[in-house]
């Protein structure tokens, strides 16, 4: 029997003072020990779902299930939930330990517990030797471990991180990124990571749920929503692609710019509509003859590893390509890709109908 999940969602909408739903109808599952990220622009409901996971709101419609059991109206203080919030939040009248200690103490622990406890919790953060310092002597990233300390300490079955890294300049936010993913891995206690940086999410999660407009759009591993976005919103957030118009003529086969193209798709009507998406680290540039697609070079953009070239083909698509070759602005170059690097998405279809179709086809 698999385990079940540590949060279920099941058609959970929240509205504000009856304004329209900020979450329409939203069902999802949190595996144990797995780190999550809710990637979305902004506005689209990702703070909403961690408020409503810790007890801060209440939805308006649908239940929240924790460990089987429905908790839509157990306070946040009941909760095994603790949260990390995008300015930490932290006190700063006091020092390291105490801030830390903070929760201990509400409970009433043990001096001695605390200590312990504290200690144990400044160790996973590497902050030991830091506990006497003020809080307004710590920099940035001291302070969001700090800030992660005090979640752990209170041996929460999950901890939701609010943006959590998005005061950090770029190369601490990296390192960063490298030490929230270990700390999960070491505590294996289950992660929900918001953030509207999709780099961030691919390289920190085990899964990701794609929001927008209150809907999730994709859910999936890293891997999965960049190789298969399932519709032009997630190809587009995701990552630069290529989407353009075309048809699937049959299974494996698809016809976009005027040729017909082998592809690893199938299950889909003969002469479907379709998107195309390809990656542009996916086409490689060759001669004009031996191209599959015969392209003009609009422009040329050296990115430090590669050059970004932008191209057209004679039905008037556009094509981005990354490359480490150089081209001439002008001039007519071929295009070539295998054929799994052709991905198909259909118009207006949500990935449980793509997949029940795809399941009756099979
Ligand atoms: N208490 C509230 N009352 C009314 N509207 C709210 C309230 N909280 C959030 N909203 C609205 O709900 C929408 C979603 O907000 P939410 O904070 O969940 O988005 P988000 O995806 O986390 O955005 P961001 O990345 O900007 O933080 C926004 O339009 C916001 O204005």
């Known amino acids: 029997m698999t385990e079940q999940p540590i949060i279920r969602f099941e058609q959970v ?30 506005g689209c409901g990702k703070t909403t779902i961690l408020r409503l996971i810790a007890g801060f709101t209440e939805p308006t419609s649908g239940k929240i299930h924790f460990n ?26 006091l020092n390291v330990f ?24 400044l160790r996973f953060v590497n902050l030991v030797g830091y ?40 190369k601490l936010r990296t390192e960063m990124q490298y030490e929230l993913r270990e700390l999960q891995r070491r505590l294996g206690i289950t992660f929900i990571f918001v953030t509207h940086d999709q ?40 990552g630069e692609s290529n989407i353009v118009p075309g048809k699937m003529t049959q299974d494996f ?22 998107e195309i998406v390809i990656r542009p680290e996916d ?14 070079v609009d422009s040329q953009l050296f990115r430090g590893v590669h050059y970004e070239i932008i ?15 150089k081209v001439v602005v002008g001039e007519s170059i071929g295009l070539t890709f295998e054929p799994e690097a052709i991905h198909v998405m259909r118009f207006g279809e949500s990935e449980e109908d793509f997949d029940r179709r795809l399941e009756a086809y099979a």
């Open 311 to 325: 191209s057209s083909d004679e039905t008037g698509n556009k094509w981005l390509v990354h490359s480490t070759k």
């Open 131 to 170: 506990e006497g310092r003020e809080i307004t002597e710590m920099s940035g990233g001291q302070r969001q471990r700090v800030a992660i300390a005090r979640a752990i300490v209170n041996e929460p079955e999950i901890i939701l991180l609010d943006e959590p890294l998005s005061a950090l300049d770029l």
């Open 199 to 238: 780099e961030e999410a691919l390289a920190m999660s085990d899964e990701i749920f794609v929001l927008s407009q209150g809907i999730i759009q994709q859910s999936g591993t890293p891997t999965d929503i960049y190789d298969e976005p399932i519709n032009r919103f997630v190809a587009d957030f995701i």
């Open 13 to 42: 909408t929240k509205q504000f003072n009856g304004d329209s739903a900020i979450l329409k109808d939203v069902s999802f599952e949190i595996e144990r020990g797995k780190f999550y990220t809710l990637l979305g622009p902004s």
């Open 98 to 121: 105490e801030n830390v200690a903070f929760g201990l103490r509400i409970k009433k622990l043990k001096k001695a517990d605390i200590t312990a406890k504290v200690m144990e919790a």
């Open 68 to 93: 089987g059991k429905v908790i839509n109206h157990i306070p946040a203080n009941k909760r095994q939930v603790n949260t990390v919030f995008q300015d930490y939040a932290l006190f700063p009248h």
């Open 283 to 296: 086409l490689e540039i060759t001669t004009h003859e031996l191209g599959q697609l015969q392209v003009r």
């Open 253 to 274: 086969l698809v016809e976009f710019a005027g040729r017909t193209f082998e592809c690893v798709d199938r299950g889909l009507n003969p002469n479907e509509l379709i």
